[in-house]
């Protein structure tokens, strides 16, 4: 028998980070710049900037079916379908449902990006804060449980990852959102500036401001300015928008500190009983199928919501016969998505003289206005608008029975000019919103899959009534025509903002995480994606978990030289 003694010694690190997405690339580039040699492990392919984004720079024709699917390819991706439309352009960016079943007690549409970079490469880049009365409402209205922090303990850290990332906007001095580190904004067209003034005449407290997001609009940490080409999803060979994998990833392979590690699965974390911590990560090679473990001081979970907390589940033994850090009971429950696809759209008759430059990739936004000072609805919390103004182009000519020159000048002509409010709103947390793991049912690896179990509640469905109909009401009153309507709540997941299964709180008797985001039992351990959210405000909640990761970064690190880990 040929025994490799130094196997444990080759595969041991300072730090292990799960997960190379949104989050995950922060914990990699903050721990390697801080000098701790770190493992990142990542379930799928390796994909490199610009080199491994194939469809980038295919214009229409180079597509073929007009960049969709057949049918019967389409057919393998009807959850992803749920979510988004799977094209020919972006299908290597999604995965196949057989990949990783799962069971819907109630719908759950869960969309999955396999490969380094994970969800930033596809993500809508928009970037808000959440504010103080955020962080605060749970433990104003007895809401689950109070947050273990507040605005001011992370501020900082959205100024400091703001300021690497690079988030065009435009200050507002908002209380409900505050402002941030900006690059110049995306600039509103004619129509969305006649939007803005007139909701601020007709409205106290109705901003409509251009979206806040991580497109850039100047060269930025080395990368390029936007171009307006509107691909942002094929991946961008400019830099353009953050992502990890023109950003964080980049950074953190400049230390020489980064050992990447695509195809590996992680199985669960190596709890040691008498040291009273986790020493590590078993992982499936997901190209043999054989099992490897790696060793570590400190272990970053950043695998997203739900597979981060499949990982805690699935990490069990005699201390934690239930799950890594589950002695509250709380992993698994209070799942979150945010609620949306309402709200109302019209047309405007003038600006026939006015066109805009370029396919803008952002719109505009409308921060939360109820439930705020003096106005009290029947529901608690609130939601924002996003939304654009733009012209009919030449797609309305399918329809038209003019030919020759008639259909030429048609065809070249703008159309009319249209503008939508589609509502964001919160979801409060509720105990009963739960995932659990099916051990019947085993995926390919033979790991279990999951069970969701969750679904919108009273708050909600009230707060939609306001969300379709104060969209209808300000495009009515600010002058628009043929306006509609649209309600469409479908099931958690398709907002793609799942949080809360791992919560962070005060109380080991009911959260998972302190205030650091460490397991409350294993301190040694931080979950730091959307798995760790309280509540979930009605912002999106990307530029909270970076926030977020970088200070539990920087506090390792910390605590590792006090050798308190």
Not at 175 to 182: I, V
Not at 321 to 337: A, R, T
Not at 381 to 387: E, T, V, Y
Not at 552 to 559: I, R, S, T, V, W
Request: aromatic share 12%; charged share 25%.
């Amino acid at each position: 028998m040929n025994l490799n003694i130094h196997a444990k010694k080759q595969n041991t690190y300072d730090a292990i980070v799960v997960g190379t997405g949104m989050s995950g690339g922060w914990a990699a580039k903050e721990l390697t710049e801080k000098g701790l040699h770190t493992l990142v492990l990542e379930r799928g392919r390796n994909v490199r900037h610009v080199e491994d984004y194939p469809t980038m720079n295919k214009d229409p024709w180079e597509l073929p079916r007009g960049d969709r699917l057949t049918d019967e390819e389409s057919k393998k991706y009807q959850i992803t379908n749920r979510v988004t439309t799977v094209r020919e352009s972006t299908k290597h960016w999604f995965i196949k449902d057989s990949v990783q079943p799962y069971e819907e007690m109630k719908r759950f549409d869960w969309l999955r990006c396999y490969h380094v970079g994970g969800r930033s490469l596809v993500w809508g880049r928009q970037s808000y804060r959440f504010s103080p009365m955020d962080f605060e409402a749970n433990a104003v209205e007895g809401v689950a449980i109070d947050w273990p922090i507040r605005y001011e303990d992370i501020e900082p850290w959205y100024n400091y990852v703001e300021e690497f990332a690079g988030i065009s906007g435009q200050p507002e001095g908002l209380d409900q959102l505050p402002d941030s580190k900006f690059l110049p904004p995306m600039e509103l067209n004619c129509l969305e500036k006649y939007a803005r003034n007139k909701f601020l005449e007709l409205y106290e407290g109705r901003v409509l401001t251009p979206g806040r997001v991580a497109n850039l609009t100047q060269p930025h940490q080395g990368r390029g300015a936007c171009q307006y080409r509107n691909l942002c999803n094929r991946g961008c060979p400019y830099g353009a928008y953050y992502s990890s994998n023109s950003s964080t990833l980049p950074a953190a392979e400049r230390t020489g500190n980064m050992t990447l590690q695509p195809h590996s699965i992680v199985n669960s974390i190596i709890y040691d009983p008498e040291l009273k911590k986790a020493v590590g990560v078993r992982v499936i090679d997901a190209e043999t199928g054989t099992m490897n473990e790696y060793y570590s001081k400190i272990i970053f979970l950043n695998a997203g919501c739900i597979n981060t907390t499949l990982i805690m589940l699935n990490s069990k033994s005699d201390r934690f016969p239930n799950g890594l850090g589950n002695d509250s009971g709380e992993l698994g429950h209070n799942l979150m998505d945010h609620h949306f696809r309402v709200g109302a759209s019209g047309t405007f008759d003038g600006f026939e003289d006015k066109y805009y430059w370029g396919r803008n990739p952002n719109g505009f936004y409308i921060p939360r206005f109820r439930n705020i000072g003096n106005d009290r609805r029947n529901y608690l919390r609130g939601f924002g608008f996003r939304g654009r103004a733009s012209r009919e182009g030449w797609w309305r000519a399918i329809r038209e029975h003019a030919i020759g020159k008639d259909l030429k000048e048609f065809v070249s002509t703008p159309g009319k000019w249209t503008m939508g409010l589609s509502a964001f709103g919160e979801m409060l947390p509720d105990h009963k919103n739960r995932i659990w793991l099916d051990y019947e049912k085993l995926d390919q690896w033979g790991q279990p899959t999951v069970v969701f179990d969750c679904s919108f509640k009273e708050n909600e469905y009230s707060m939609r009534v306001d969300m379709k109909n104060d969209a209808a009401e300000m495009l009515e009153r600010a002058g628009f025509d043929d306006i509609t309507t649209f309600d469409n709540s479908g099931g958690l997941g398709s907002c793609n903002h799942e949080m809360g299964t791992a919560r962070m709180g005060h109380d080991p008797e009911t959260s998972v995480l302190n205030r650091w985001n460490q397991v409350h039992s294993v301190p040694n351990v931080f979950v730091t994606d959307g798995a760790c959210m309280t509540s979930n405000a009605c912002q999106n909640p990307s530029l909270t978990y970076m926030a977020l990761t970088a200070r539990a970064a920087n506090y390792a690190h910390e605590q590792l030289d006090k050798q308190n880990l």
